[in-house]
Nanobody, 122 residues
Framework: QVQLVESGGTMVQAGGSLRLSCAAS????????MGWFRQAPGKERDFVAAIGWSSGVTGYADSVKGRFTISRDNAKNTVYLQMNSLKPEDTAVYYC???????????????WGQGTQVTVSS
């Protein structure tokens, strides 16, 4: 079992920055990658970014490339999502997830956090 707890979501003005955190506990060594996904009201859950726990390899959705950065602190078992130049369309519930494979597909992630709300005002 892997437990994930997100934090850091809040309301921010367009153009601002925010950092989300995801604290992982349990059998984290069984998971190869960590990902961030987001879901806006009435929309599907979309991939945002992923990182390999050991490799540090990263991947991003085109919509966030150059603005968001995913990183991890293995000693703290924590993954971060630094979000810069935020836009109103970034408004969503952001979820942290763990997967046995490095992927951008939500179906391949088997552990999920409860989500944290990010609201970007114009």
């Amino acid at each position: 079992q892997v437990q994930l707890v997100e934090s850091g979501g809040t309301m921010v003005q367009a153009g601002g920055s925010l950092r989300l955190s995801c604290a992982a506990s349990g059998r984290t060594s069984s998971r190869i990658a960590m990902g961030w996904f987001r879901q806006a009201p009435g929309k599907e859950r979309d991939f945002v970014a992923a990182i390999g726990w050991s490799s540090g390899v990263t991947g991003y959705a085109d919509s966030v490339k150059g603005r968001f950065t995913i990183s991890r602190d293995n000693a703290k078992n924590t993954v971060y999502l630094q979000m810069n130049s935020l836009k109103p369309e970034d408004t969503a519930v952001y979820y942290c997830a763990a997967s046995p494979r490095f992927s951008g597909l939500a179906d391949l992630y088997d552990y999920w956090g409860q989500g944290t709300q990010v609201t970007v005002s114009s």
